[in-house]
């Protein structure tokens, strides 16, 4: 398959799930969208920012990024790429809420350059397993490290035989499946954003946080009866 055919073909994917999951689309989309709104309403209507907290919002503009590449990942069967960028997502978030309690720690992140930065990097740079949260994180983490960055088959595996000739078996992956790994997805979104809403919630008080907490408990509803 060329590259334009299987762009159309990933396009097509994308188009049929929301219209088979339209109430689910929109849920993802508002979330999305209102995390979105929430961090650019904190950038627009303050003037400065000390170095560590702007480098923050970046982070949380990329974790974003990576949550929604996953979500079109996971819809389009790519299952071991959109686990993979959860594990980006949860690792950035990490080093995040790192970076936020001592803000030093953000040069030593950014001068990584050989391999005793490396670990530097990961002796300063850990999930804090005292906190609750975090242990959920940690949880995604290694969850989307074995499935996704080192899993490799998570997509082929989940592949079951949908038409036999006399020759030949067609495997596809069934949509069972791609809503299994969604539930990954759409459990683990508020937590990771979460981190950075408390944070920069308390210290900015944007009005989009209103609308945020809204979406939430919604969200945290239509889960629960999602994954039942």
Known sequence: MDLLSSV??????????????????VMIDSALSVSHQLVDEIVTNHASFPNHEFQVLQ????????????????VTKQFDLGLGCLRLASELTRNSLRVLENPQLLQVLLDKKTRKDEKQIRDAFKFDET??????????????SSYGIHGHMTSDIARTPTLFTQKHVLLTVSETSVLQILEIWLKSFFPL????????????????????????????????TFSQ
Do not use: M
Not at 59 to 74: C, G, N
């Open 8 to 25: 159309n073909q990933d396009h097509k994917a994308i188009l049929e799930f929301k219209k088979k999951y339209h109430d689910l689309w």
């Open 193 to 224: 954003q979460n981190q950075y809403v408390y944070y920069f919630g308390q210290q900015y008080e944007p009005a989009t946080g209103k609308s945020y907490a809204e979406l939430h408990d919604l969200y945290s509803d239509r889960v629960i």
């Open 59 to 74: 982070f949380w503009r990329t974790t974003l990024d990576y949550q929604r590449q996953s979500f079109v990942l996971i």
């Open 131 to 144: 906190k609750s949260e975090e242990q959920f994180l940690y949880s995604l983490y290694k969850l989307c």
